[in-house]
């Protein structure tokens, strides 16, 4: 798929603007600070419902406007849809396909695909459990839209189980009571959810290791194996199904009960669980150096693109601005591994910056405007 015409009102710097794209590589180059990761992230927004950036949405609304809306014409074969998003931060955000009456903005995914790698994908490698369950729960979504559902549901009940955990744990140490007879129904609920979270990554994790092992080989010959291994916060698990991995939770959410109305958490989950990056035998993360975790970083997207290419689902690749991060060979390799994708957009400060593989179509970003050069 493709997006053949992006427009943006309000959303970051830009007052308006209106950028017409082809199939094929597009670079968007300017000064620090004119706009250029603006455009691409509005394109990842419809992909994820979310920013690279940013936890919330607020930023992402022109100073001083109301709401930000971000449209895109997204070509997929022989159909064209037209994908709307109002950002309405602190209400609820709205969404349209087609012109059409109002849908739920999770139903727009699925129909703009990206796979973004960006200055802030060090921080899989690097950074905290959240940073790898993020990436993991986005490209779930984005391999099955229905499953924003099932982390919609699990996020809902986690929130109502923490709040009646945590009202109990003030309330034991008033010495004063909470009625915990919905606490069992809770447990239910965030195991069924819970478990087809998990069985999901689980899927993800197993389909994700070769390509990851193959994209890093091709990175840094000779510098494997990769392993990627799942951590369950509730203990190692025996490959199962979803009713299987709901009981288990089940049982660890049982046997953490004390602990959790002590502290007033939920201590089990895929909330806790974490994906162990390895490289030999050593988990990269505390080990790895600067240039191998950014290999390792780059492995990841480069086997989320085949991975989803392989489903039957050709993703808009997106490079913001990871070319000035990386040696030369790196950047080479990494170039040519994505070259071939249906659509390419790239941001850089300078053209020098861009390998010479991915020329294409140039637009200059300055101040508000995005103008298309060649
Ligand atoms: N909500 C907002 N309202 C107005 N301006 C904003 C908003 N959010 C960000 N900006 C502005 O957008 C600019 C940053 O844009 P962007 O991150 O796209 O830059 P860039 O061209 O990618 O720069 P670099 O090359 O440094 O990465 C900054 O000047 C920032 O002040």
Do not use: C
């Not at 706009?35 to 001083?64: C, F, M, W």
């Not at 022989?78 to 849908?103: F, K, M, T, Y």
């Not at 959810?193 to 069985?199: M, T, W």
């Not at 659509?343 to 200059?364: H, I, K, M, N, Y």
């Amino acid at each position: 798929m493709h997006v053949a015409h992006l427009s943006l009102a309000d959303f970051r710097s830009y007052a308006r603007v209106e950028v017409p794209l082809d199939p094929g590589v597009t670079t968007f180059v300017g000064p620090n600070g004119q706009g250029k990761t603006n455009l691409v992230e509005a394109i990842g927004y419809l992909a994820t419902l979310g920013s690279h950036r940013v936890a919330g949405d607020a930023p992402l609304v022109r100073q001083g406007a109301e709401r930000a809306i971000v449209r895109a014409a997204v070509v997929q074969g022989e159909r064209q849809q037209l994908v709307e998003l109002e950002i309405n931060p602190g209400r609820a955000n709205r969404a349209r396909i087609n012109r059409s009456s109002q849908v739920r903005p999770r139903d727009v995914l699925g129909i703009v695909r990206t796979v973004l790698f960006a200055p802030e994908d060090l921080a899989l490698v690097k950074g905290d459990p959240g940073e790898r369950r993020r990436f993991l729960d986005e490209l779930v979504t984005t391999r099955s839209p229905r499953m924003a559902g099932v982390r919609q549901d699990y996020d809902r009940v986690l929130k109502q189980r923490n709040a009646l955990l945590k009202s109990a744990a003030t309330a034991r140490r008033g010495s004063g009571r909470v009625d915990l007879s919905t606490l069992d129904v809770w447990d239910q609920h965030l195991a069924r959810a819970g478990a087809q979270l998990l069985a999901a990554r689980l899927d993800l994790v197993a389909a994700l290791h070769p390509l990851v092992d193959k994209a890093y080989e091709q990175l840094a010959p000779g510098g494997g194996p990769t392993a990627l291994e799942y951590r369950a916060s509730m203990g190692p698990m025996a490959a199962a199904g979803p009713e299987q991995l709901a009981q288990a939770l089940l049982g660890a959410l049982g046997e953490a009960r004390k602990q959790e109305l002590e502290r007033g958490i939920t201590l089990v989950g895929p909330h806790r669980d974490d994906l162990v990056l390895k490289l030999g035998e050593l988990p990269a993360k505390g080990y790895a150096s600067h240039g191998e975790s950014w290999s390792y970083a780059l492995a990841l997207r480069i086997a989320s693109f085949e991975l989803l290419r392989a489903d039957g689902a050709e993703p808009v690749l997106v490079l913001d601005d990871v070319f000035a991060e990386l040696d030369a060979s790196r950047r080479r390799r990494l170039a040519e591994l994505v070259a071939p994708g249906e659509q390419v957009l790239v941001t850089a400060a300078v053209d020098e910056d861009v390998p010479a593989v991915l020329a294409g179509a140039r637009f200059s970003v300055s101040d508000g405007t995005a103008v298309r050069a060649s």
